[in-house]
């Protein structure tokens, strides 16, 4: 890629933007000290593993929560995964739980508690992939260091008028090398944190607010009238269906539920009783409901049974822990969100008999 513009004044344009117009996040204020001018450490870092592939505004609330319950990196370190995964609940993307308290374990174990200030020590970390290595170095410590995301991508693609997918091996690579070419020497954190605000608030993928970016005069897909049509859309591939069945056994008022595995979607989060597949055989039960849930690549349906304990029915032993539980007691266990809408499901059924 050429130079197309002066990167001086696109970083004094965009940090001067940025000074105006960014958005007040709980993740971005210093801590409480005369010499804090940057973010907490801690803070970016469970800040930027919870913004993967998730919006702000859903985010905010969970951090809050979450910082909350484990204030400091010992804490988090320190915590019954369980309990880690139950704030997380409703998030999504449970590995992410699972590689913060990893992260900050090995932060605790190796590095005094103190979260490592250079790319190649944070990029060892539990989880720690180049985005979020360079997001933590340049945000929390102003490290010279490039960051690539959708919204810098597409701001990227935007002002040099790449028209092919971000997405796609050799794309990717030049963005990352423009990346780190506009990045200025001074207040680099600001300036990867003012391109991360810039397409999420101005440089959108649909309808992008052209006549209040700082960089309109820089940016060659609107002077080409292109902004509509970069990046391109991805074409869509077929999402596949997969089938469960939820078993919802209940003994009086007590439910039967079981962990699942350690490893693979939902890792270690507890559910009603699941068989995968359509049913093959009768079930000496009532179906109650049919929920369908939409993963990035995959569709799940689940169809929900109200089955008495005692009934004959050969329901998989799989080794899992299963526990008999309340309904009320289900809040202290971290459920997917298809078996919180089950749960729901059956809370109204209980309070509409009585």
Not at 90 to 97: D, P, T, V
Not at 207 to 235: E, F, G, S
Request: aromatic letters at 8%; glycine letters at 6%; proline letters at 9%.
């Amino acid at each position: 890629m050429s130079d197309l513009y002066n990167q001086s004044e696109l970083s004094r344009q965009l940090l001067k933007w940025y000074d105006c117009a960014k958005r007040d996040l709980p993740w971005r204020t210093p801590p409480k000290s005369p010499r804090a001018t940057r973010p907490d450490p801690y803070h970016v870092l469970v800040s930027e593993l919870m913004l993967q592939q998730t919006q702000v505004a859903t985010v905010i609330p969970y951090f809050q929560r979450f910082l909350q319950a484990f204030p400091t990196m010992d804490k988090l370190a320190q915590a019954d995964p369980q309990q880690v995964l139950r704030l997380w609940q409703g998030l999504g993307y449970y590995r992410r739980a699972n590689n913060l308290q990893a992260a900050a374990r090995a932060i605790v174990a190796e590095h005094n508690g103190k979260i490592p200030d250079d790319l190649e020590t944070l990029l060892k970390l539990p989880g720690i992939g180049r985005y979020t290595a360079g997001a933590i170095a340049s945000i929390a410590f102003d490290r010279r260091v490039p960051i690539l995301e959708g919204n810098v991508a597409r701001v990227l693609c935007r002002l040099d008028a790449v028209e092919s997918d971000p997405q796609e091996k050799t794309t990717l690579a030049k963005l990352w090398l423009r990346a780190e070419q506009i990045l200025p020497s001074k207040r680099v954190g600001d300036f990867n944190s003012a391109l991360m605000e810039l397409g999420a608030t101005v440089c959108m993928p649909h309808h992008p607010a052209c006549l209040a970016c700082p960089l309109q005069k820089m940016c060659r897909a609107l002077a080409q009238n292109l902004q509509d049509r970069i990046p391109p859309p991805r074409r869509a591939k077929p999402v596949p269906m997969h089938h469960r069945q939820v078993l919802c056994i209940h003994r009086g008022n007590r439910w039967l539920i079981e962990q699942r595995p350690t490893k693979g979607r939902w890792a270690g989060m507890w559910q009603f009783v699941t068989v995968e597949g359509n049913a093959t055989q009768p079930i000496p039960g009532k179906q109650i409901g049919q929920i369908k849930h939409a993963l990035t690549h995959r569709l799940y349906q689940f169809d929900v049974w109200l089955i008495v304990a005692g009934k004959t029915f050969p329901v998989p032993i799989n080794g899992s822990p299963r526990k008999w539980v309340t309904l009320a007691e289900l809040d202290q266990y971290p459920l997917p969100r298809p078996h919180q809408r089950v749960a729901a499901m059956l809370a109204e059924r209980h309070r509409a008999n009585g």
